[in-house]
């Protein structure tokens, strides 16, 4: 290769890594304060369902952004009878489906969650809320935990405030060995999530089932669940 040959190749490689980083640019946004970011993965995607939760109409800002480092799974995150709540007084009840003529009992319901993952990848929404808010969504939010996540969205750089998620506690049973039954997936919950990421559109309702691994629970309807309050 010539030097004028190597100078041009040379060129041209600069322009494309100088391009490469161009489109790595994050765009900066400002969070008002008194305000954080809370990154919706799961049912909160849906605005409606965002609004009942904070019990207001939101009419801030929504985001579609990607969030480094994390796995999307189907996972057993609440005990059909909550132990906290029995504890508090209220009455445990036995909940089963009938397969053919078997009676199946259920232990317990299946929710989206997302655990660490090195070269992880989801998308989701990013809503901005009041720090008030956000202490309520943490007593909402039993089963997770709150983590920042201020530097791992792929979109933004942030000022005036920080971003937040709730990922799932460390994997364990949420019955006791002696506990017979299965987990379910709420059809009406399922809908309620696959609904939300229809009306994003197609390219985010694309993601969301790549960054999402398969459910492997039956998925049964309210209606078609049996509670018997026990004595």
């Keep these: 290769m010539t030097r004028r040959y190597l100078g041009i190749f040379l060129c041209i490689l600069f322009l494309f890594s100088m391009f490469g980083l161009a489109t790595k640019r994050k765009s900066i946004l400002r969070i008002p304060e008194g305000s954080v970011g809370i990154i919706a993965y799961g049912s909160l995607i849906s605005l409606p369902s965002m609004e009942q939760t904070l019990g207001r109409k939101y009419e801030g800002p929504i985001h579609e952004v990607h969030l480094a480092g994390y796995e999307r799974v189907w996972t057993c995150v609440r005990p059909w009878n909550d132990p ?112 939300a990421c ?22 049964l309807s309210y209606k078609n669940i049996v509670r018997e309050k026990t004595k």
Excluded: M
């Design 84 to 195: 906290q709540a029995i504890a508090a007084g209220a009455k445990k009840i036995d909940a089963y489906f009938l397969r053919d003529t078997e009676r199946v009992p259920i232990i317990g319901a299946a929710e989206l969650n997302i655990y660490p993952k090195k070269k992880g990848w989801i998308n989701g929404i990013l809503y901005l809320i009041t720090n008030d808010e956000l202490l309520s969504l943490d007593k909402r939010e039993r089963g997770y935990r709150r983590v920042d996540v201020t530097d791992k969205i792929e979109e933004f750089r942030f000022r005036g405030g920080k971003v937040y998620v709730y990922e799932g506690l460390p994997r364990s049973p949420v019955a006791s060995s002696a506990d017979k039954g299965t987990t379910i997936l709420i059809k009406e919950f399922l809908d309620l999530v696959i609904a």
């Design 198 to 219: 229809d009306l994003r559109g197609k390219d985010f309702r694309d993601e969301f089932d790549k960054s999402t691994k398969p459910y492997a629970f039956p998925v």
